[in-house]
């Protein structure tokens, strides 16, 4: 019913840039908070960022604080992550998700795009 798909990834420098986009369709679009998460070879799907519904609260985990940034178009029913000064170690496949109230805990979370591939070279 919730449909989200995640694009805007690619292969880029280190301390370059990538804007992430996910747009949702199914169901009302600002009733639900939203998320990144990001999950690279061999290890768990670690928390990045996430937003409120009305972009009045945002959450960022240490590894990323001063070079990411989420925000949310409503109108557009989109959800952004602007990514700077990407290092190595951001190489990951980041997931963009969905869920009826605020939260930073993956499994907690209800919906979920595909996926996009994100990677850094040195």
């Known amino acids: 019913q919730v449909q989200l798909v995640e694009s805007g990834g690619g292969l880029v420098q280190a301390g370059g840039s990538l804007r992430l986009s996910c747009a949702t369709s199914g169901r009302a679009f600002s009733s639900f908070a939203m998320g990144w998460f990001r999950q690279a070879p061999g290890k768990e799907r670690e928390f990045v960022s996430a937003i409120s519904w009305s972009g009045g609260r945002t959450d960022y985990a240490d590894s990323v604080k001063g070079r990411f940034t989420i925000s949310r178009d409503n109108a557009k029913n989109t959800v952004y992550l602007q990514m700077n000064s990407l290092k190595p170690e951001d190489t990951?496949?980041?997931?963009?998700?969905?869920?009826?109230?605020?939260?930073?805990?993956?499994?907690?979370?209800?919906?979920?795009?595909?996926?996009?591939?994100?990677?850094?070279?040195?």
């Open 92 to 122: 990951a496949v980041y997931y963009c998700a969905a869920r009826y109230s605020y939260g930073t805990y993956a499994p907690t979370y209800d919906y979920w795009g595909q996926g996009t591939q994100v990677t850094v070279s040195s």
